[in-house]
Antibody, heavy 119, light 106 residues
């Protein structure tokens, strides 16, 4: 069965970076986009960006450009999202989600990774 | 960027009711619209994609309609397990924006 398993919770100081991983199983990793979505406490869902694991090409929402880097390691079917220059407003649960086709809805989601930014 | 506006922000209904949630896009998105359900403390779950296609395994009391700028999620015969926040999302291009959510209570 399709699974996306994310890395564990992180606590970071303002100005630091965080790297969240998302390991895929149950399907061919390189044939589906991986998207990143975050949810601040008590707030709604916010799309951050996408990555094509086959080509490595990626794109992000304008508000994250310059701060977010999405990469992958195809040998271990894992996608990564690194967010830099963290501030308290980045405290959120970060999800990876699979897109079954190009420009797609998200059919499978990871369990989420809580990132807390606090001094 | 295209904005997605849901209404209402919250609603309270009774078991067995029909519930309707609306999502409006600021520009046309043809049928590139999905609906997700997020129960408290849980991961979002895909309910409907392409505006009206039910995801496998989702109960048939959920249905979606619309195209262009106006879309609707309908829950027939509301059940206690449907208590959740529902989000629409457009995905015709980037950014793949979500609506602000509609909280459904019983």
């Amino acid at each position: 069965q399709v699974q996306l398993v994310q890395s564990g919770a992180e606590v970071k100081k303002p100005g630091a970076s965080v790297k969240v991983s998302c390991q895929a199983s149950g399907y061919t990793f390189t044939t589906y986009d991986i998207n990143w979505v975050r949810q601040a406490p008590g707030q709604g869902l916010e799309w951050m960006g996408w990555m094509n694991p086959n080509s490595g090409s990626a794109g992000s929402a304008q508000r994250f450009q310059g701060r977010v880097t999405m990469t992958r390691n195809t040998s271990i079917s894992t996608a990564y999202m690194e967010l830099s220059s963290l501030r308290s407003e980045d405290t959120a649960v970060y999800y990876c989600a699979r897109g079954p086709v190009v420009n797609s809805h998200f059919d499978y989601w990871g369990q989420g990774t809580l990132v807390t930014v606090s001094s | 960027d295209i904005q997605m506006t849901q209404s209402p922000s919250s609603l309270s209904a009774s078991v067995g009711d029909r519930v309707t949630i609306t999502c409006r896009a600021s520009q046309g998105i043809t049928n590139y619209l999905a609906w997700y359900q997020q129960k408290p403390g849980k991961v979002p779950k895909l309910l409907i994609y392409a505006a009206s296609t039910l995801q496998a395994g989702v109960p048939s009391r959920f249905s979606g309609s619309g195209s262009g700028t106006d879309f609707t999620l309908t829950i027939n015969n509301l059940q206690p397990e449907d208590v959740a926040t529902y989000y629409c999302q457009k995905y015709n291009n980037s950014p793949r924006t979500f609506g602000q959510g509609t909280k459904v209570e019983i």
